[in-house]
Nanobody, 115 residues
Framework: QVQLVESGGGLVQAGGSLRLSCAAS????????MGWFRQAPGKEREFVAT????????SYADSVKGRFTISRDNAKNTVYLQMNGLKPEDTAVYYC????????WGQGTQVTVSS
């Protein structure tokens, strides 16, 4: 059973930066594209970014393009989300999973951006 563990969230002021990490226990990410998603209070979970297994190809939601960067370290079985220029509307719980949401969701990590 795969367990996804997200970390790195916190409280920052608008314009600040955070780096999120996602690790898996129970198996490796080998061969899988991975993605980040987020869910704001009262809203549906939404796509943020994805990265292919090789790391060569990435894609982003329009709302974060140019501010967020997804990356991965396959040797460490970890996926990252560098978030710069944070805005209050980025406040949400952030989750990782495959783009097809293959595995059970983890607890997520809370990101709160104050204005």
């Amino acid at each position: 059973q795969v367990q996804l563990v997200e970390s790195g969230g916190g409280l920052v002021q608008a314009g600040g930066s955070l780096r999120l990490s996602c690790a898996a226990s129970g198996r490796t990410f080998r061969g899988y594209s991975m993605g980040w998603f987020r869910q704001a209070p009262g809203k549906e979970r939404e796509f943020v970014a994805t990265i292919t297994w090789s790391g060569v190809s990435t894609s982003y939601a329009d709302s974060v393009k140019g501010r967020f960067t997804i990356s991965r370290d396959n040797a460490k079985n970890t996926v990252y989300l560098q978030m710069n220029g944070l805005k209050p509307e980025d406040t949400a719980v952030y989750y990782c999973n495959t783009p097809g949401q293959t595995w059970n969701w983890g607890q997520g990590t809370q990101v709160t951006v104050s204005s």
